[in-house]
Nanobody, 124 residues
Framework: QVPLVESGGGLVQTGGSLRLSCAGSGRTLNTYIMGWFRQAPGKEREFVAAITWNGGSTSYTDSVKGRFTVSRDNAKNTVYLQMNSLKPEDTAVYYC?????????????????WGQGTQVTVSS
C-alpha cells in the first residue's frame, strides 16, 4: 500500500489560484509516476497531469495546459498541482495517484494507488 493524502482544495473565484498537495504516508513516492485526475459531478474521472519520478517529464490534458503545473519534491515525499487562472469547469474532486508505468501515463488503470480526493470549487 502507498497511502496518499491530498490537501489544498477549496472554494475560489474564477481566475484565482490553488495549490494541491499529495503526500505519501509511510512509503516513499520517488520511484513512482505520479498523476492527478479529477471527477466532476455526473462525469467520468479524467486525467489532468502526470510527472515522472525525477520530475524530468510531465504530461497535461489540453484543457489545463498553460494554467496548471505539476511538480514534485522527493525530499518531502510530496507532489503538487499548481492551478492558476481557474475556471468554473475546473470544479471537481481532484485525486492524486501513483503508478509504476514507465512514463507519465494518462491511463487510469495503470495507477495502482489513489488518494481520497480533495474538492475544488470555482465560482463564476
Amino acid at each position: 500500500q502507498v497511502p496518499l493524502v491530498e490537501s489544498g482544495g477549496g472554494l475560489v473565484q474564477t481566475g484565482g489560484s490553488l495549490r494541491l498537495s499529495c503526500a505519501g504516508s509511510g512509503r516513499t513516492l520517488n520511484t513512482y509516476i505520479m498523476g492527478w485526475f479529477r471527477q466532476a459531478p455526473g462525469k467520468e474521472r479524467e486525467f489532468v497531469a502526470a510527472i515522472t519520478w525525477n520530475g524530468g517529464s510531465t504530461s497535461y490534458t489540453d484543457s489545463v495546459k498553460g494554467r496548471f503545473t505539476v511538480s514534485r519534491d522527493n525530499a518531502k515525499n510530496t507532489v503538487y498541482l499548481q492551478m492558476n487562472s481557474l475556471k468554473p469547469e475546473d470544479t471537481a474532486v481532484y485525486y492524486c495517484a501513483a503508478s509504476r508505468a514507465p512514463g507519465p501515463t494518462r491511463y487510469a488503470p495503470l495507477y495502482d494507488y489513489w488518494g481520497q480526493g480533495t474538492q475544488v470549487t470555482v465560482s463564476s
